[in-house]
């Protein structure tokens, strides 16, 4: 069955400190991978997805087909980026998406 | 940029009341979901739409139903609100592409009390 795992329900680093947000999942197939933000009181946005190679707010992912992961990284955390961070899957086949349980990353000063 | 927007952000329901919870985007995007949020529990597919008057259950579809008449109007129904249907409700749309970018809604907090 498709699965998406993120391990980590809450995530506290120091400001400046690397951020690694875990994200793994289940699929034979050829998977499509995104990071999704959700800001305190905002509405949940995409952050980046796997086929663009994209970095964003100094945000990267790398998706890893052997150890099935996708973990998001930046090297100095910010404490703007304190937010909830879903992982999502898409197969082929299907638009609709598979959604982790989400991780809460907190920045502290 | 494409604008998705719910009727609602907030909703006070007494038990065994019909809801009603209204998405609508602006830029024609064949695809159109309704998910529930919850702490520990993520967001957790209720139902689709791929086209008009098209829908597809998704994982939790029970004690819901959905209408889609017009390609920008994505309509949740809760036909008798319990309890347990307490929770944040987003909807979102995309385009029918592989990769497309799932664009969400500002969310409905609804409560039943």
């Known amino acids: 069955a498709q699965r998406v795992t993120q391990p980590e329900k809450l995530l506290s680093v120091f400001k400046g400190a690397p951020v690694e947000l875990k994200c793994n999942y289940s699929y034979s197939g050829s998977p499509e991978l995104f990071w999704y933000v959700q800001y305190s009181r905002q509405r949940l946005q995409l952050l980046l997805r796997?086929?663009s190679r994209e970095s964003i707010k100094g945000f990267t992912a790398d998706l890893n087909k052997g150890e099935t992961s996708f973990h998001l990284k930046k090297p100095f955390a910010q404490e703007e980026d304190s937010a909830m961070y879903y992982c999502a899957l898409g197969t082929s086949g299907t638009y609709k998406y598979i959604f982790g349980t989400g991780t809460r990353l907190k920045v502290l000063a | 940029d494409v604008k998705v927007t719910q009727s609602s952000r907030y909703l006070v329901k007494r038990t065994g009341e019909k809801v009603f919870l209204e998405c609508v985007q602006d830029m024609d995007h064949e695809n159109m979901f309704w998910y529930r949020q919850d702490p520990g529990l993520g967001l957790r597919l209720i139902y689709f739409s791929y086209d008009v008057k098209m829908k597809e259950k998704g994982d939790i579809p029970e004690g819901y139903s959905v209408s889609r008449e017009k390609k920008e109007r994505f309509s949740l129904i809760l036909e008798s609100a319990s309890t347990n249907q307490t929770s944040m409700y987003l909807c979102a749309s995309s385009f029918s592409a592989h990769g497309a970018a799932w664009h969400f809604g500002p969310g409905t907090r609804l409560t039943v009390t």
């Open positions: 796997h086929i």
